[in-house]
Nanobody, 126 residues
Framework: QVQLVESGGGLVQDGASLRLSCLVS????????MAWFRQAPGKEREFVAS????????YYGNSVAGRCTISRENAKNTVSLQMDSLKPEDTAVYYC???????????????????WGQGTQVTVSS
């Protein structure tokens, strides 16, 4: 079994930055493509970013491209999401996900991922 625990969410003002982290335990972290998704009230889960097992392939969702940076440290079993220039529309619960065999072309599809964290709330005030 794989456990994912997110941290780093909070309440910030428009234009601020946040860094989310996800600690993975239970199995070899380097076996998994990692991703961040978010879900706002009443909306579907939205792809934010994904990173391949080695970090060589990175993808971003259209709504965050240019404002977010995903990274991973396999030695520390962590994946991070640096978010800059936050906007009120970025308000959501942010989830970390791990997938064992996720094709790059489908890295933005939630059902491709096998394990999920409990989520961390990010609120951006105007």
């Amino acid at each position: 079994q794989v456990q994912l625990v997110e941290s780093g969410g909070g309440l910030v003002q428009d234009g601020a930055s946040l860094r989310l982290s996800c600690l993975v335990s239970g199995r070899s972290f380097s076996d998994y493509r990692m991703a961040w998704f978010r879900q706002a009230p009443g909306k579907e889960r939205e792809f934010v970013a994904s990173i391949s097992r080695t970090g060589s392939d990175i993808y971003y969702g259209n709504s965050v491209a240019g404002r977010c940076t995903i990274s991973r440290e396999n030695a520390k079993n962590t994946v991070s999401l640096q978010m800059d220039s936050l906007k009120p529309e970025d308000t959501a619960v942010y989830y970390c996900a791990a997938g064992n065999a996720v094709p790059a072309i489908r890295s933005g599809v939630p059902r491709q991922y096998d394990y999920w964290g409990q989520g961390t709330q990010v609120t951006v005030s105007s």
